[in-house]
């Protein structure tokens, strides 16, 4: 199925920013899917679920919440003064929403979805 009437075509970007230990400490959404119609594109739902889930587990489960931006057609998310302990059980919720994701890119397609991995640097 073609969509190309569609406005927004250029898909999401979804950037994770990673540690040299592989952990994620930053992400962020942005732009739309353009798989279908607002209201009936199962990608941009799929996405906008798993993260914002991901940063609601976040501000549940960890002492310190993350420094969140929402805007319409971006979100991000960067864990900032988190401890040891508590960046390891970050990732549970991070690699899961990661891993969703993913295969959501992998059963529509680069499109739709393209995913950027960057090296996070602390300051």
Same mark, same amino acid.
């Given at each position: 199925?073609?969509?190309?009437?569609?406005?927004?075509?250029? /898909?999401?970007?979804? @950037?994770?920013?990673?540690?040299?230990?592989?952990?994620?400490?930053?992400?962020?959404?942005?732009?739309?899917?353009?798989? &279908?119609?607002? /209201?009936?594109?199962?990608?941009?739902?799929?996405?906008? &679920?798993?993260?914002?889930?991901?940063?609601? /587990?976040?501000?549940?489960?960890?002492?310190? &919440?993350?420094?969140?931006?929402?805007?319409?057609?971006?979100?991000?998310?960067?864990?900032?003064?988190?401890?040891?302990?508590?960046?390891?059980?970050?990732?549970?919720?991070?690699? @899961?929403?990661?891993?969703?994701?993913?295969?959501?890119?992998? @059963?529509?397609?680069?499109?739709?979805?393209?995913?950027?991995?960057?090296?996070?640097?602390?300051?």
């Amino acid at each position: 199925m073609k969509h190309s009437n569609l406005k927004n075509r250029a /898909g999401i970007r979804f @950037t994770v920013w990673v540690d040299d230990q592989g952990r994620i400490r930053e992400f962020g959404l942005s732009g739309h899917a353009g798989f &279908a119609e607002e /209201g009936q594109d199962i990608v941009c739902a799929g996405v906008s &679920a798993l993260s914002i889930a991901a940063v609601n /587990g976040l501000e549940y489960f960890l002492s310190v &919440a993350p420094k969140v931006q929402e805007a319409e057609g971006l979100l991000t998310c960067q864990l900032v003064g988190i401890i040891e302990q508590e960046l390891e059980k970050a990732q549970w919720i991070l690699q @899961t929403m990661k891993l969703g994701i993913e295969q959501i890119q992998t @059963t529509y397609g680069q499109d739709y979805i393209f995913i950027d991995r960057r090296r996070w640097i602390p300051c």
